[in-house]
């Protein structure tokens, strides 16, 4: 049997999006976004109230981040969005699909959820974007020089890789708003 190996992996993630995932933000407010379920949650904050030991970040609002504390922190949904946006998709897209130029440190975080959401729509946009186009042939070229100790790892573990982490990021994302609307 032959089996399009590219067009499984855009249906696994773009499945989920399209089902699971997007359906949970919509409604998503900004005392959401913001909320911190427990004390000492790490999230996106004014810049200049950063609780953490390091914020990156170039706009008004900066992403707590690192070193992480024993034991680690609880994010907010601000704080997970942000990781999902850059990190898992900007990043990537940046390094292998011609998406802008990316980095924690340049990126301007979102002080509102509505920002966040656009963001993360034109990130998951130009990921799937590029994850389509690559094929069989696309998934098994190596990573290269931006995956670091992975560079000779194909494509495909990428794919699977952020696939993963969009789908226990959301997850997450998904258990912290119905956590809200009976705690908060």
Request: aromatic share 12%; glycine share 8%; with cysteine.
């Amino acid at each position: 049997m032959d089996i399009d190996w590219n067009a499984e992996l855009v249906s696994q993630l773009d499945w989920y999006w399209q089902n699971q995932l997007r359906p949970r933000l919509v409604g998503l407010t900004d005392e959401e976004y913001f909320w911190e379920p427990v004390a000492g949650c790490w999230s996106v904050r004014p810049r200049g109230q950063s609780r953490a030991q390091k914020a990156v970040g170039s706009g008004d609002f900066v992403l707590e981040y690192g070193p992480e504390p024993e034991p680690p922190p609880v994010t907010t949904i601000a704080w997970r969005l942000a990781h999902i946006i850059v990190p898992v998709l900007a990043e990537r897209s940046a390094a292998h699909f011609g998406g802008p130029a990316t980095d924690f440190y340049a990126f301007e975080f979102a002080g509102t959820a509505e920002q966040a959401l656009r963001q993360l729509d034109d990130a998951y946009a130009t990921w799937i974007t590029g994850v389509r186009r690559l094929g069989v042939d696309g998934l098994c070229q190596p990573c290269g020089p931006a995956e670091g100790p992975y560079a000779e790892y194909p494509l495909a573990a990428l794919v699977l890789h952020v696939h993963r982490e969009v789908l226990h990021h959301g997850a997450e994302i998904a258990l912290l708003r119905d956590l809200y609307l009976r705690l908060g």
